[in-house]
């Protein structure tokens, strides 16, 4: 099955500075890779996704890169704000299986 | 939209009682997901739904563990009898497309805590 590694577990910037989280994958079947934000207390949400046949998204201040051959995704947030703080999943997933990443807790220091 | 709906939003129980979390996903998605989310293990999804029908249950941990989906608006998972092992949030998440490999809608949770 798959298998997904998210680096790094705690991630602190001050605000307006940019934050970068990886994650590796082991499945190369795998064709959507989502990203998703928990704030305390509520549920996961999706914050920007990417298929396979893509290599990089963006939507305003996020960011997400995928590198097929090597079988690494990233997020990118930049001009971050104390509101990006929360916890992040990465997700690697094909139509029959789905693992997410263990998180990454970023906090943004105003 | 409201959204996918959990209830209850906090549950504590007596080891060996029998839990029930309900979830009425957003009308007109046809996928549901029941997720367990714990520090050791993190998310973890253990049985996807597809117009009402357990499409995989293979996370489902033990037989104590079961769900349902009698219709397109409600969903159950069942412990019984629960453990304290048990203990996590459990979110249920709904999609408007077929197949895992796709963008889900989370509830809020249910935090159960089983003493």
């Known amino acids: 099955g798959e298998n997904v590694e998210q680096h790094p577990s705690t991630l602190s910037v001050q605000e307006g500075d940019s934050a970068v989280i990886k994650c590796t994958y082991s499945d190369s079947a795998s064709n959507y890779f989502p990203w998703y934000k928990q704030e305390l207390g509520k549920g996961p949400q999706l914050i920007i996704d990417i298929r396979s046949n893509v290599g990089e998204k963006k939507d305003q201040r996020i960011a997400v890169t995928l590198n097929k051959t090597a079988k690494h995704f990233s997020l990118h947030i930049t001009e971050t704000q104390p509101e990006d703080s929360a916890v992040y999943f990465c997700?690697?997933?094909?139509?029959?299986?789905?693992?997410f990443g263990a998180g990454t807790r970023l906090t943004v220091k105003p | 939209d409201a959204g996918v709906i959990q209830s209850p939003r906090h549950e504590v129980t007596e080891m060996g009682q029998e839990v029930t979390l309900r979830c009425k996903p957003i009308?007109?998605?046809?996928?549901l997901f029941w997720y367990r989310q714990t520090m050791m293990r993190g998310l973890e999804l253990l049985i996807y739904f597809n117009n009402n029908v357990p499409i995989d249950d293979s996370g489902m941990p033990e037989d104590r563990f079961s769900a349902k989906m009698p219709n397109a608006s409600f969903s159950t998972l069942k412990i019984q009898p629960s453990e304290p092992r048990d203990s996590a949030v459990y979110f249920c998440?709904?999609?408007?497309?077929?197949?895992?490999?796709?963008?889900?809608?989370f509830g809020q949770g249910t935090r159960l805590t089983v003493v």
């Open positions: 997700a690697a997933t094909r139509v029959n299986d789905m693992r």
């Open positions: 998440a709904s999609s408007p497309r077929t197949g895992k490999d796709t963008e889900a809608f």
């Open positions: 009308s007109g998605h046809n996928s």
